[in-house]
């Protein structure tokens, strides 16, 4: 019995993984889905209490998410390599599609006072900053800060559920390279994504989770504004608009991707309610 429950574990941090790299999936959501999430923010908030109970728990689950991370990490490069305008239309779809099941999520506990506030000043901030950044032509070239910047999203991403970390990453060009090297094994990229990663995990866990113990609502609808920013400036819009027929493989692709988001959430809701 306990070796079927850890199998199961493992399954489930293998769909984690595979939802944290997965653009517009949320590993952090699966993490609640599964029932993971707080045990494991409790770990990391205050490990010392709870390394006994929890770390037998989760550590099937960790195994499992990096099987699951690494297994399509290679794929995804490739994809993007290949069919870079396709790919990134299935990828928008797949954020697209997910929207809804966030702001639902967002108003689980009912809408707050400036919980919209939140939502459209993350928005403009967002998509301010990243405008800005494209309007002035500034071309990121990847290196060790900015390896350290993607582990740190990636994180950021599991500790926060709605946050896909290929949502905040594809906007400035640094997801493919990312992706490339986590799925080729590249110690220039992995070692310092595992600082930023560590980093996050070593700081953030306790303020995340009294934001959302104490204002779920408003942090919630900040989470959702900065994902929508970020998808309206990761749109193709030229692979859509320069010709009838790649508009519509681009679309169909879109498409593609919103309808793979409903479906999931679909299994997502009817898992919670088992």
């Known amino acids: 019995m306990r070796l079927t429950k850890y199998f199961l574990k493992s399954i489930q941090g293998a769909l984690i993984g595979l939802g944290a790299v997965l653009p517009g999936i949320s590993g952090g959501v699966l993490s609640v889905v599964f029932g993971i999430y707080q045990p494991a923010m409790e770990l990391l908030a205050n490990p010392r209490k709870y390394w006994r109970s929890h770390l037998p728990i989760l550590l099937p689950a960790f195994f499992g998410a990096v099987i699951g991370f690494m297994g399509v990490a290679n794929l995804l490069a490739s994809l993007l390599n290949r069919y870079p305008d396709q790919s990134v239309c299935v990828f928008v779809g797949l954020i697209l599609g997910m929207l809804p099941s966030l702001l639902k999520e967002a108003g689980k506990q009912g809408i707050a006072k400036g919980s919209y506030t939140a ?58 390279p990312f992706v490339d090297g986590i799925g080729h094994l590249t110690p220039q990229v992995i070692l310092p994504a595992g600082m930023g990663s560590l980093l996050a995990f070593f700081c953030l866990p306790k303020l995340v989770s009294r934001l959302f113990e104490c204002h779920y609502s408003v942090t919630f609808h900040a989470i959702v504004g900065v994902v929508i920013a970020a998808t309206a400036v990761t749109v193709p819009y030229q692979a859509l608009t320069s010709s009838v027929k790649g508009g519509i493989q681009n679309g169909l692709c879109m498409v593609g991707g919103i309808i793979c988001s409903l479906l999931l959430e679909r299994y997502n809701s009817r898992a919670q309610t088992r």
């Open 119 to 176: 939502l459209l000043a993350a928005t403009v901030i967002v998509l301010f900053l990243l405008c800005g950044l494209n309007a002035s032509s500034v071309a990121i070239v990847p290196n060790f800060g900015w390896y350290v910047f993607c582990g740190f999203c990636l994180a950021l991403s599991l500790i926060a559920p709605g946050m896909s970390f290929s949502t905040l990453l594809m906007p400035l060009g640094l997801y493919t």
